[in-house]
């Protein structure tokens, strides 16, 4: 709790926290927007395949002439490893991209903040075992909802609890793993144009609509606290926070969870499509099991929300501010030498189902597309199935016709075996890692 006082300190010794960020897309513009005011951090390079947006999005979020002046900017990520600086930040939401210019910045010497969750879900693990073989810190992205998880199951360990579950809320209806780019901005309540704007890429957001988004955040929740994918993939349970306690627990009380331990992700929306009451579609949550007979009863005696049996109790967090609050990841890198929730082993999966019927020779176009959507499996299941995740899902010809609706294997497709992502996930599907 005194990370801005250390971070203050820094400042009145003329030392900051020096941060490259890599991609200044809309995360990176968040962070861009509060990294001024924050004592003790600088952010001395920014790199993007089109530095003058780069420039833009600064002068967009508020800096001055004279602070973009004194920054640099460059085009090639891998500038940033080689940067005189403390932390990299790797904000491209490419996996190939993100997994080079990490594995560079930690050769290099550097904190690395991820806060690219699908390179990290396709090979984290691996990253987090180089940081630590370095002294180094591979951290996730506070204000992200897989580091705000991560926060919470820690909190409830720390404090004695068993974490029954822990995920996040989204909005979701089973017909949206169909929706492409195409169809998108109605289901948002926008115009094509409205959206363009903004600025807002429709593949982007309709990962985070068709169920992907949801499916590698999971992954990634899974990797980082140690807990489990449910075997048939995520239930998106309508649920609001009053209810979170009854319907994430286990089925054998009455819940819809196969067990303890488990990630879930929770819908705003009734399969109706009416609106949950109460819903926690930004936020974040962990439920609790008491341990005891007395802690259960502290649960009621202290107001909490508990289920019929008493036992389970929720905690959660409404709301997130995605880039806003990364500044917490960089100051904890820097100054502590610990990550805001970090992979350690490979338990949890996003892989690639097919939106429709396709031939052989056609193109997957990966996350949000027109052609496969991410569903959330067993790191296990992936690996005895040598199922395609969803990382490697771009850019890759299909060997085979496919009908719609199914789960693509590695073999599936034609992939560069010397790219960086698949040499580190046939490294992840070693024994060692599972």
């Keep these: 709790m005194n990370l801005s006082t250390l971070a203050q300190a820094r400042a009145e010794n003329g030392r900051p926290v020096r941060a490259a960020l890599i991609g ?59 940067a005189p600086v403390d932390v990299v930040i790797e904000a491209t939401g490419a996996p190939e991209a993100g997994l080079n210019h990490a594995r560079a910045s930690l050769d290099g010497g550097k904190h690395v903040v991820m806060v690219n969750v699908e390179a990290d879900v ?11 073989a370095a ?49 998108v901005w109605a289901h948002y309540g926008l115009s094509p ?59 054998a009380v009455g819940g819809q969870l196969e067990r303890d331990g488990m990630v879930e992700v929770v819908s705003s929306l009734e399969r109706d499509g009416r609106p949950v009451f109460r819903d926690l579609r930004w936020g974040v949550y962990v439920v609790l099991k ?24 929720a905690m ?14 960089v100051l904890s ?7 805001t929730g970090s992979s350690r082993a490979w338990r949890g999966d996003a892989v690639a189902v097919t939106k429709k019927a396709l031939k052989a020779g056609e193109v997957l176009d990966g996350e949000g597309g027109y052609t496969v959507w991410g569903r959330a499996v067993p790191a296990t299941a992936s690996a005895r199935g040598g199922l395609l995740p969803i990382g490697l ?27 960086t992502g698949v040499i580190l996930r046939r490294q992840m599907m070693s024994p060692a890692l599972g």
């Design 316 to 329: 959660f967090k409404p709301f997130h501010l995605i880039g806003m609050e990364l500044s917490v990841s």
């Design 193 to 251: 144009e409205q959206a363009a704007q903004a600025g807002m890429n429709p593949q982007m957001f309709n990962s985070f609509l068709d169920g992907t988004k949801s499916a590698i955040e999971a992954a990634a929740i899974a990797n980082a606290c140690g807990l489990d994918i449910p075997s048939r993939g995520l239930g998106f349970a309508p649920c609001g926070v009053d209810d979170l306690a009854h319907v994430l627990r286990p089925r």
């Design 24 to 82: 200044a897309g809309k995360f990176g513009s968040m962070f861009l927007a509060q990294a001024p005011h924050v004592a003790g951090l600088s952010v001395t390079h920014i790199v993007d395949l089109d530095p003058d947006r780069a420039r833009a999005a600064c002068r967009a979020v508020g800096w001055s002439s004279a602070r973009i002046a004194a920054t640099r900017f460059e085009d090639d990520g891998l500038e940033a490893a080689r």
């Design 393 to 419: 899902a771009h850019r890759v010809p299909l060997r085979r016709d496919v009908a719609a609706g199914q789960v693509l294997r590695l073999e599936d497709v034609t992939l560069d075996e010397r790219a």
């Design 135 to 183: 002294g180094l810190v591979y951290s996730m992205a506070y204000g992200d909802q897989p580091a705000l998880v991560s926060e919470l199951v820690d909190w409830a360990r720390a404090t004695g609890f068993q974490v029954a579950a822990a995920g996040k809320g989204t909005k979701y209806l089973p017909a949206y793993h169909h929706v492409t780019p195409d169809d």
């Design 290 to 313: 008491a341990q005891s007979d007395y802690a259960a009863a502290c649960f009621r005696q202290y107001g909490l929300p508990t289920d019929d049996t008493g036992r389970y109790a």
């Design 122 to 132: 396709l090979a984290g693990p691996l990253l987090a075992q180089q940081a630590r």
């Design 333 to 339: 890198a820097a100054l502590r030498g610990e990550a």
